[in-house]
């Protein structure tokens, strides 16, 4: 089956730092990339969509400056939180879609991610 | 815009038997997917059963059926003959292009 690549599992940075997130399609290609955010507890709240070689499209009251996406190819996608602060610690999760939008969404496992 | 409504924040279930898991949403494209997922602590999204909104029959994959009810939109999901293992968190999800998720139900499996 397909899968999605996600890389690294688990950081931890310093404030004031960036961290940079992949998601590899690795047997398909992913036109469209999705980004989710999940706090303690809590469900997965989209970030951000973006589609190979386009700009992303990001939801309203996420910063696009703060968390840059990039796609540039259809298998990798990346997500980089610039200048994190404690209170972008969360868990951080792609899921990738192929020809087709209703079925074949693929996530990835994850990233947790703490600033200190 | 698309809703997505999991009442239950937490349920429980004995060893062996039935639960359902409820999931309401709203749409106004007629064209949807409906979907269930499991989480387990480690973080993974495991893929648990889909319903296309034009699909005729209720899907079912293994000891999982999703009881789509188009007129109420309601898509619940059917655990039977719950097993410890089943303990998670559990979403329910819908796309018309991008895929949204509800709050969830925590479940645990009672030995």
């Known amino acids: 089956g397909a899968v999605v690549s996600q890389h690294p599992s688990r950081v931890i940075c310093k404030s004031g730092t960036s961290v940079k997130i992949e998601c590899r399609s690795l047997?398909?290609?992913?036109?469209?990339m999705f980004w989710y955010r999940q706090f303690p507890k809590q469900s997965l709240m989209l970030m951000a969509t973006?589609?190979?070689?386009?700009?992303?499209?990001?939801e309203q009251g996420v910063e696009k400056d703060k968390f840059l996406i990039n796609h540039a190819s259809l298998t990798l996608s990346t997500l980089t939180v610039t200048s994190a602060h404690p209170e972008d610690s969360s868990f951080y999760i792609c899921?990738?879609?192929?020809?087709?939008?209703?079925?074949?969404?693929?996530f990835g496992s994850g990233t947790r991610l703490t600033v200190v | 815009a698309q809703k997505i409504t999991q009442t239950q924040p937490g349920m429980f279930v004995q060893e062996k038997e039935a639960v359902t898991l409820d999931c309401t949403y709203d749409?106004?494209?007629?064209?949807?997917?409906l979907f269930w997922y499991k989480q387990p602590s480690s973080g993974e999204m495991i893929f648990l059963i889909y319903q296309g909104s034009y699909d005729q029959q209720n899907a079912t994959e293994g000891r999982y059926s999703l009881n789509f009810q188009k007129a109420r939109k309601s898509a619940n999901l059917v655990i039977s003959a719950s097993q410890l293992g089943d303990s998670a968190m559990y979403f329910c999800a819908m796309s018309d292009y991008d895929m949204r998720f509800g709050a969830g139900t925590r479940l645990t499996v009672k030995p």
């Open positions: 749409t106004s494209d007629p064209s949807y997917g």
């Open positions: 047997d398909f290609q992913a036109t469209t």
């Open positions: 973006s589609n190979e070689g386009s700009k992303a499209t990001y």
């Open positions: 899921s990738a879609t192929g020809t087709g939008h209703h079925y074949g969404y693929t």
